[in-house]
């Protein structure tokens, strides 16, 4: 909407400097002093011709005659001499006032500018303030003088030339009045934010404006009144503020509001996509190798330092430091780009070997590093250790040739006890250098060793576990044990979480943390997933509650491995079908470390779920990688709240706030919540006291066999009732 400056009211002065009206005045002077001196010049000769007539004509007075005479000459020539010198100063005056004209003229115009248009210069933009200027300097000469009809040709050129301006700006640009009515916009603000249709008019709400950016895609997740109440709140701080608009085309647009004198608000608009485009370039180079795109010393030393973080709430790592055999040669023999190529390969074939968890490093050379993150026990960081010499080992083909070398790996793992990056980096590489002397003495085979001696032998017998984990499924040696949720409302059992245990002929009754990361390692956790829903679904028909109250639901954990398999929702699907239970009563509960896959995929895996009629939990929430990213792009079912925070509750404030944040944003978004691992009385009277919906541990009933479900469900309801 470009601005009319005819519209500027003219509320200047009037200006002392007026050279017309000076010209006049003196003109004037200079004539009444040519009229004095010509009346005096007259008077004067009539006076002389009247003395001469009264001395007689007699040789004696022929001298006293020839002396009037010549006063009388000498008077004529004394007032033409006035007359041409005032003549002479008025032309003067005259050529300096026409010189002058123009210069004093182009002052009298800044003046005007400069008075009209203070106000609003001040608030454009910097690089606009000075052009707005630039145009409107003539609009005083246009005040003046001018015939009406010249008047408003002149104007209509200046604004045509001040909207020029304006839609050429770099910047987007909004004025409102105090009444946050649009006063200016421009046509930049119009390419930022896409908008199709007219321009907005003169004299547009704020919210208006915003409803017109909502409904054409610019804030997808956020209503029209939720963003205007956002921008309400600001503004009625009366302070400068400012954000930044994330595009779903990968738009950034940096926004700017100052509060105007008037009470109105200016806003301008930059495009800062190159800008964070650059500064994320930059940063990736800070923390990456640049031949092989890994983390560099610095972004592993910066993955150390979370991991020994997160170890201080009970979660395990290891890192595993390796380095390649017979590297040398391969530069010295094919040449420094072949070995470039095999550095790059050989990165590529360790992170197709790791989670997207873990994190890979190059340190240099030929030496790298990794930090596996959640290691639950020995197990896994061996089989990840082996998996990476035996892919490291492989041959390579490199323009033409095939190269083979070995590799040697040391293991340090970390704990609570984790003092630094640098001393388990030490700690690591001390395993491996004994790693290298074993293999130089077996004729360079690829080995990994640990920094304790004694997890040897524990990853022996992880071998051991490994083989009769792989009969066991066949020799029907897993049952599933129920423990119950109960809603907090209704004081009743309304679930029952499906928890897999291994009655091992030898060991006893195995725990799911000791042999499920080891299931999910060599490949089984798929089919004993598959075997878990259909066994759930089951034995979940035979539950009915005792006064015919609400359908009983059962909840089955699924791994990260298991729900990136192309055939999970057709397991589920015929567990559905072939049980006959409903899609309402199952429940999935995914961890938090499943959406950090392939985000699009992940998303239509859990529609495909939904569609089931299947409710989608997330459990372990606010553990890891808590994201609130997360439950905005897919609307879960409901929360389980970790029992890290629950046991925490009487000993931490922290944990307290945590668990109280959780709960209301539950309540906030219409998701159920489920706190774990409820143990006491004080604790299970906080959690009711933080709005959770649902409640769940030892404090009811530890998890049971399947055969104990009735008689849980009756105790149970009595113990919530009590």
């Known amino acids: 909407m470009p601005v009319e400056l005819c519209d500027i009211p003219d509320n200047s002065p009037p200006h002392p400097l007026r050279p017309g009206a000076s010209a006049i005045w ?10 004095g001196l010509c009346v005096l010049g007259s008077r004067t000769d009539l006076a002389i011709d009247t003395l001469v007539r009264t001395v007689p004509d007699t040789p004696e007075s022929g ?17 033409f001499s006035a007359i041409a010198g005032a003549a002479l100063i008025f032309a003067a005056w005259l050529a300096a006032f026409l010189v002058m004209r123009q210069n004093i003229r182009r002052i009298r115009e800044a003046t005007d500018a400069l008075a009209v248009l203070d106000r609003r210069a001040r608030t454009q933009p910097a690089g606009a303030a000075d052009e707005i200027r630039d145009i409107v300097r003539a609009v005083a000469a246009i005040r003046d003088g001018e015939p009406p009809g010249r008047r408003e040709h002149a104007l209509a050129a200046i604004n045509s030339r001040f909207a020029a301006a304006i839609d050429n700006l770099a910047q987007g640009l909004v004025i409102l009045d105090p009444e946050l009515r649009l006063v200016v916009n421009n046509r930049r603000l119009y390419e930022f934010y896409s908008l199709s249709g007219p321009p907005f008019a003169s004299g547009t709400p704020l919210a208006e404006i915003i409803a017109r950016n909502v409904a054409e895609g610019h804030h997808p997740g956020h209503s029209a009144t939720e963003l205007h109440q956002s921008m309400m709140a600001r503004i009625a701080l009366g302070m ?17 509001w100052h509060k105007l004198p008037d ?5 301008t608009f930059q495009d800062i996509t190159e800008q964070q485009r650059s500064v994320v370039q930059i940063e990736h180079m800070a923390r990456h190798d640049g031949l092989t795109d890994l983390f560099n010393r610095a972004g592993f030393e910066e993955a150390v330092g979370r991991a020994i ?16 055999h017979r590297f040398k040669p391969v530069n010295d023999t094919f040449g420094y780009a072949a070995g470039d190529e095999l550095l790059r390969e050989a990165a590529r074939r360790m992170l197709r070997s790791v989670r997207d968890v873990d994190t890979v490093a190059r340190l240099g050379g030929d030496e790298f590093a990794i930090v596996q993150s959640g290691m639950d026990q020995l197990d896994s960081v061996d089989a990840l250790a082996q998996r990476l010499a035996d892919v490291i080992t492989m041959p390579y083909q490199i323009d033409g040739n095939e190269i083979v070398i070995g590799a040697s790996v040391g293991i340090a793992l970390g704990g609570r006890t984790s003092a630094d990056a640098d001393e388990l980096l030490r700690n690591a590489t001390l395993a491996l250098h004994r790693a290298k002397a074993e293999s130089g003495r077996q004729a360079g085979r690829a080995i990994h060793r640990f920094f304790e001696p004694e997890m040897d032998e524990r990853a022996k017998a992880r071998r051991a576990l490994e083989a009769d984990l792989r009969q066991a499924l066949n020799r029907g040696e897993f049952e599933l044990f129920y423990q119950p949720l109960v809603n907090v409302g209704e004081r009743r059992v309304c679930a029952f979480e499906a928890l897999i245990r291994w009655r091992h002929p ?29 066994t759930a679904c089951a034995e979940a028909m035979l539950w009915e509650q005792p006064d015919g109250g609400p359908d009983l639901r059962v909840a089955v954990n699924l791994s990260a491995v298991q729900f990136s398999s192309p055939g999970l929702v057709a397991a589920v699907s015929d567990a559905l079908k072939s049980s006959g239970l409903p899609g309402s009563r199952l429940e999935l509960e995914i961890t938090e470390s499943v959406l950090l896959q392939d985000n699009d995929a ?14 989608i939990s997330m459990d372990d929430f606010g553990t890891g990688y808590s994201s609130l990213s997360y439950l905005r792009s897919f609307p879960f079912d409901k929360i389980k709240i970790d029992k890290s925070f629950i046991r925490g509750l009487s000993e931490s404030d922290e944990s307290n706030a945590i668990v109280r944040a959780i709960a209301g944003l539950g309540i906030t978004l219409g998701i159920a919540t489920t706190a774990e691992g409820v143990e006491t009385l004080e604790q299970l009277e906080k959690i009711v006291a933080d709005g959770c919906t649902e409640v769940q541990g030892y404090f009811f009933s530890p998890p049971r066999p399947a055969a104990e479900v009735p008689s849980l469900i009756l105790n149970t309801r009595a113990d919530a009732a009590a």
């Open 26 to 35: 003196l003109a004037a002077a200079c004539a009444a002093v040519v009229t």
């Open 63 to 79: 001298a006293l005659r020839a002396g009037i005479a010549g006063v009388q000459d000498l008077s004529r020539t004394l007032l």
């Open 240 to 256: 400068p503020f400012d954000y930044r608009h994330e595009f779903p085309t990968g738009r950034i647009v940096a926004a700017q």
């Open 263 to 267: 009470g109105g608000w200016v806003g």
């Open 309 to 324: 973080a997160r170890s201080r709430r009970g979660e395990d790592f290891a890192i595993l430091a390796m380095c390649l």
């Open 506 to 534: 030898a060991r006893g009754l195995v725990p799911p943390d000791a042999f499920i990361p080891l299931a999910e390692e060599i490949g089984l956790i798929v089919p004993i997933g598959e075997w878990v829903l259909r």
């Open 602 to 615: 992940t998303l239509d895996t859990l529609h495909r779920l939904r569609d089931l009629g299947a409710c």
